[in-house]
């Protein structure tokens, strides 16, 4: 069976505020998600945090939050790969002072949508215990839907508020608003990206990396979702007629390593002729979904126009 875009997803908004005047890195979304796997370990976890051992770990809720547990996995995935959620953040200032508006976003993808209650007390931990070894903590005033309708306010939550959208209804939307612009596109990444292509880390875009790069993510959305699925055989890919390309770094710390590590990608801009419908869906979808490695740190991210 080919990939489906027929999966659940909700995105939400974190409108918090910084209590302490605070440094924070440029590139947040590591810390973010560091910052949040402590506090899900620290309150969930029964065990050592060995999982590779843990009798529990098939029911643990951290595993299908943070680690995102997928009984079955394309070849393709060999370690453990948090395809439930993504989480963006392009604030890229560094000082803070006390009460500064600081926004985050959080992706919920399948069966991660069913724990919003756990993302959401893990958040709201980080605040009182600090983001990264500045410890910027803050509180979070407000958590919004894609439509700004606030699910929480300060001590109230409105699980009505709660809208749970759908990547086919993305790519329907999203289509009819590209169709009005003529057939040339625009792919702009706000976010390092980084893949192989014939075995060697991309200088430069490649349109087959890209759309199979984003048919993959869909794929093991399908996977998460107990979809066993295929990726389509492409018959064309879209022709690349001008790029712009730089490389970029960032620099992030590993709390399981105990250090300091570096990321590399290229960031820019790329023009697209005429695009096959079935391509133009998967580079849609990519969107949402951010393509290449190191998602997970925020890498990847793309405005499609």
């Known amino acids: 069976m080919k990939v489906s875009f027929d999966i659940p997803y909700i995105k939400l908004t974190f409108c918090t505020q910084i209590i302490n005047d605070v440094k924070m890195p440029c590139s947040k979304v590591s810390a973010l998600r560091g910052g949040m796997g402590e506090m899900l370990l620290r309150q969930n976890c029964v065990g050592d945090r060995n999982c590779g051992l843990c009798r529990f770990n098939q029911s643990c809720v951290v595993m299908h939050t943070f680690y995102s547990y997928m009984p079955k996995k394309p070849s ?30 959080l992706i919920l993808f399948g069966e991660s949508i069913a724990f919003f209650n756990l993302f959401l007390q893990a958040f709201t931990h980080l605040g009182m215990e600090g983001i ?39 790519v329907f939307r999203r289509k009819g608003k590209l169709a009005a ?36 993510r869909v794929q093991m959305l399908n996977y998460y979702m107990g979809q066993e ?9 879209p022709q690349i007629i001008r790029q712009k390309v730089r490389r970029a770094t960032v620099k992030r710390y590993s709390g399981a390593q105990d250090t300091a590590m570096v990321l590399h990608g290229i960031i820019g801009l790329l023009e697209f002729d005429e695009i096959t419908e079935e391509c133009l869906e998967f580079l849609i979808v ?8 190191n998602i997970s740190f925020g890498f990847g991210q793309y405005i499609f126009s």
């Not at 439930?84 to 009460?99: M, Q, S, T």
């Not at 699925?229 to 890919?237: G, H, L, M, R, T």
Request: charged share 30%; proline share 3%; glycine share 8%.
């Open 132 to 170: 990264g070894k500045w410890k910027a903590r803050f509180w979070i005033q407000e958590v919004r839907n894609s439509e700004g309708n606030p699910i929480v306010s300060k001590e109230t939550v409105d699980m009505n508020q709660y809208k749970i959208e759908n990547l086919a209804d993305y």
């Open 229 to 237: 699925s295929e990726i389509p055989d492409f018959v064309e890919y």
């Open 181 to 216: 612009k003529g057939k040339r596109y625009e792919m702009r990444f706000v976010t390092p990206f980084s893949m192989k292509y014939q075995k060697v880390y991309m200088q430069k875009f490649n349109s087959e990396a890209l759309v199979k790069g984003a048919a993959r």
């Open 76 to 105: 393709y995935v060999t370690g453990k790969e948090s395809v439930g959620y993504l989480i963006e953040c392009n604030d890229r200032k560094e000082e803070y002072p006390a009460g500064s508006d600081f926004k985050f976003y």
């Open 286 to 293: 990519g969107e949402l979904l951010h393509i290449g490695k």
